[in-house]
């Protein structure tokens, strides 16, 4: 399941930004829903939001990182909503490291391309920024849940036995307790 999200959140990626390079201008919106919806092609050298724009080559070295600990946790994986939530980081880190190896200016250093605006005000964005705040927030909800990656819900290690009420019967001599006789002490009032 995780290979399949990340391949599907790839091509989508990659197709939609071939799409948007060939027909869309950088200087040109286009308005779906007025202001508020707008396919606006625009090339990021930096990370969300434009931070850390003269950084490309550590955002790349991030990005493969993320790819490597995906792919390393993957063995262990057996639950569906993790295999979900990491398909989509996995797929929309690929997405985006992609046009950094690939992408004008040069290797390793190429721009990621954006192309969805909401509002004037919200960072232009593409599916792959997508997938991964999708996933992250998956991840967000599984860890809040509880849900492990093996599939198991709760602690990790199982919960110790509850402490039995009764008395332990191996200390008890076989010789049954008198309770009519009186004590010593009883005697002597």
Request: hydrophobic letters at 50%; charged letters at 15%.
């Amino acid at each position: 399941m995780l290979v399949a999200v990340a391949a599907f959140v790839l091509a989508a990626d990659a197709i939609t930004k071939a799409l948007v390079v060939a027909h869309l201008r950088e200087d040109q919106p286009v308005h779906l829903i007025g202001n508020v919806l707008m396919l606006w092609l625009t090339r990021n050298p930096g990370a969300a939001f434009s931070v850390g724009t003269g950084e490309t080559a550590v955002f790349t070295v991030i990005a493969f990182g993320v790819i490597v600990y995906i792919a390393r946790t993957a063995r262990r994986l057996y639950s569906l909503g993790w295999a979900i939530a990491l398909g989509l980081l996995l797929g929309g880190a690929m997405g985006n490291l992609s046009d950094r190896i690939f992408r004008a200016p040069g290797l390793f250093r190429g721009d990621v391309v954006d192309w969805i605006a909401v509002t004037r005000f919200y960072p232009i964005f593409n599916l792959a920024d997508s997938a991964i705040v999708c996933g992250g927030i998956l991840t967000v909800i599984l860890a809040m849940r509880g849900q492990h990656l093996d599939g198991t819900r709760g602690d990790a290690a199982p919960a110790p036995a509850p402490a039995s009420t009764e008395p332990d019967q191996s200390d008890q001599s076989h010789e049954p307790e008198q309770a009519d006789a009186p004590s010593p002490t009883d005697a002597e009032r």
